[in-house]
């Protein structure tokens, strides 16, 4: 630990404004099982330091491998030359690892994937093909900088997903679930029910098999909890990082303190959770984890900050700089972002639908987070008619805008249910989960391949 105050106190020279080395040892596995066989086995080591040195509003990050005092003192080195900053402190020669190796103690369950496949593939007749991914990783990280002097944590990930292809009428249909936790393999696997999980991938792709084309056309859209919050994430969530409003881009830019959504809506981004895909109890520049309130009964309250968006917008540090390896600077970010339970029961909400769309799960899109407008595609779909949920639907496409999608919720359930996900920006990936009760949207554009203005079926 004198080590790792030693480089913290290297960032306290004059012209620096703030920064801090941020020192990664990792250790994962992965595998993927397809065709009755397992296709891919490998494991992957990281190690290294990544240096940020800000002064004024100009960030230089360098980065090396190894996780040892030198490896932190020739980044800081290489920053400050970068910088134009000649009297930086001496260069560190020791070379003992800064961490401990982490460890993964189990091993990964190749005889239950491989079980799972067999009785996945007996379900029916129809099956095709069964893919079953699994990671599982842990890392020991420490920061050191001038704002939070010294952090050490020691973390752990697992991830499982299943993907079952069906064949009927000669047209192939394919349905997905995957699980994910920042807990150990073997929480995991005492908490997470593997079979569920190749049964809803099954499940998904029988439905798809007899699902009906979607009608197009404007209509209200139910959201259930297991949507998971994918749309406010993609749709919102990205123009309430700091550093997206600061560049003017994002469609909440003039809005703080005004009504940005229905008044039943409150938006939270809440990394203490613990075991959720996107929990930290530090983030990457060392700040404590906090909840941050972005939306509070439709009101816009707060944006997600590191300390430089934080510095340069004015605005509070909510402990949001987070990166995907000490390859990268940090950036705003997400990390577990859900919209808060209401007080309707959620098979009233559907009960007040004469004709609409129930959205069960949602795939991927596209989102603008300037203007907010987006395309989501929807994995599992019901038509609902009469107030009941009726058959399910293939091919439906929602299309909309974030900020009016969010000014248009009329009903928030009391249910709440959180999706993993791997959030992509800057060049990064990191792990969310994205929540949120059922909720009700008045009206939506509903892109479809059946294009008939009634009497479907």
């Known amino acids: 630990m004198d080590r790792l105050f030693d480089i913290g106190d290297s960032f306290a020279i ?43 509003d100009r960030t230089y990050f360098t980065h090396s491998t190894g996780a040892t005092p030198f490896a932190a003192s020739f ?66 990280i420490a920061i050191a900088g001038s704002v939070n002097p010294v952090c050490r944590m020691s973390t752990a990930s697992t991830r499982f997903s299943a993907t079952v292809v069906v064949e009927k009428g000669g047209a192939l249909f394919s349905g997905r679930e995957v699980r994910a936790s920042r807990l150990s393999q073997k929480e995991f696997l005492d908490s997470t029910d593997l079979e569920n999980v190749a049964q809803e991938a099954f499940r998904r792709s029988m439905l798809l098999a007899d699902a009906i084309p979607c009608p197009a056309g404007i209509m209200p859209v139910v959201l259930a909890g297991s949507a998971g919050g994918t749309m406010i994430h993609e749709a919102c969530g990205h123009s309430l990082e700091a550093d997206i409003v600061l560049k003017d881009f994002s469609s909440f830019r003039s809005s703080m303190g005004k009504k940005v959504a229905s008044s039943l809506v409150t938006l939270a981004d809440d990394p203490r959770i613990p075991g959720l895909f ?22 816009l ?18 402990g949001n700089g ?15 972002t859900f919209i808060m339970k209401g007080n309707e029961d959620p098979e009233t909400i559907i009960s007040q639908v004469e004709e609409g769309l129930l959205v069960i799960k949602m795939g991927g899109g596209e989102v603008n987070p300037t203007s907010g407008d987006f395309v989501f595609h929807v994995t599992e779909g019901y038509l609902i008619k009469g107030g009941s949920k009726t058959v399910p639907v293939k091919n439906a ?35 969310v989960t994205d929540g949120q009760p059922t909720i009700r949207i008045r009206h939506l554009v509903v892109g479809g391949s059946d294009t008939r203005d009634e009497g479907h079926p």
């Open 75 to 140: 980044s800081l080195q290489e920053g400050l030359g970068r910088a134009g900053i000649n009297n930086g402190p001496k260069l560190l020669t020791e070379t003992r690892p800064l961490l401990p190796v982490p460890t993964l103690p189990d091993e990964t369950p190749f005889e239950r994937i491989r079980h799972l496949d067999r009785q996945t593939r007996m379900l029916s007749s129809m099956v095709r093909q069964v893919t079953f991914g699994w990671s599982s990783g842990a890392g020991e």
């Open 301 to 318: 309250g707060s944006f997600l900050t590191d300390i430089h968006s934080a510095r340069q917008g004015g605005f509070p540090l909510t």
């Open 278 to 299: 996107g929990s930290y109890a530090f983030d990457s520049e060392g700040t404590v984890s906090r909840r941050t309130i972005l939306i509070r009964e439709g009101i």
């Open 397 to 431: 496409i929602l299309t909309g805008n974030g900020p009016d999608v969010l000014m248009d919720i009329d009903a928030v359930g009391t249910d709440l249910h959180f999706e993993p996900g791997i959030c992509g920006k800057s060049g990064q990936e990191v792990p």
């Open 322 to 336: 987070r990166r995907s390896s000490y390859r990268f600077p940090p950036v705003p970010r997400m990390s577990n």
């Open 14 to 56: 004059p012209g620096i404004s703030f920064g801090e080395a941020f020192i990664q040892r990792g250790f994962s596995r992965h595998c993927l099982f397809d065709d009755g066989k397992f296709e891919e086995i490998s494991s992957s080591t990281t190690e290294g330091v990544g240096a940020r040195i800000v002064v004024g």
